[in-house]
């Protein structure tokens, strides 16, 4: 935003630019498969994204959040900085409960239900940033809410011992053949809490 135009940031502006760049992509690559990833705030940039071209019955193959939350207000909560504040009678009222004046709600948890694609959720234990259990509770809440006629959904946890934090593994691990593994099995069995644990081997893939 800093280099950008007078414009003031929004959602919708951000979800534009998403818009016309999906919606470019979806022209040429003519039927082809197509998956989407967002990581941190991209995620739910993403997820609103999709969610408007679900409307126009444009549904990509695929949707992957990388260290998702499920909407900005929790987000604001949980933040590291917030903690230490957030226990004043005033600070739902000052910072919270602003996004929704301000044009920043960011419900991925309300788009993705309404998302037909299948969507792989990965997310690191130990991200500080974009707490684990916000990310749990946008998977518990999207498979409680989704149509089982919908894509399914899956949740890939990388355990605190990788030290991967907010990268989610992008940096090193090699995500895009987990991501690449778990969207072509998307099939029972399934764990009994939905998710997937990770360990890396020699093959990249997930176990």
Request: with cysteine; glycine share 8%.
């Amino acid at each position: 935003y800093g280099d950008s135009t007078n414009e003031s940031p929004s959602e919708q502006g951000v979800v534009s630019d998403s818009l016309f760049v999906l919606s470019w992509t979806l022209e040429r690559v003519k039927g082809a498969p197509l998956f989407v990833w967002g990581h941190s705030l991209g995620t739910s940039v993403s997820s609103h994204s999709l969610d408007i071209l679900s409307q126009k019955g444009l549904h990509p193959t695929g949707l992957i959040l990388e260290a998702p939350f499920n909407n900005m207000r929790d987000e604001i909560r949980e933040h590291p900085l917030a903690r230490v504040f957030r226990f004043l009678p005033w600070f739902d009222f000052c910072f919270a409960d602003s996004v929704g004046e301000n044009n920043l709600l960011f419900e991925t948890d309300k788009h993705l239900r309404n998302i037909r694609s299948r969507v792989l959720i990965l997310h690191a234990e130990d991200d500080k940033i974009i707490p684990f259990k916000l990310a749990k509770k946008l998977y518990e809440s999207t498979v409680q809410g989704r149509s089982p006629h919908f894509g399914k959904v899956k949740f890939v946890k990388f355990e605190e011992h990788f030290g991967l934090a907010q990268t989610a593994g992008s940096t090193s691990l090699d995500i895009r053949a987990v991501s690449w593994s778990v969207l072509k099995k998307l099939r029972p069995p399934i764990p009994k809490d939905g998710m997937i644990r990770f360990r890396p081997d020699t093959q990249g893939g997930e176990n």
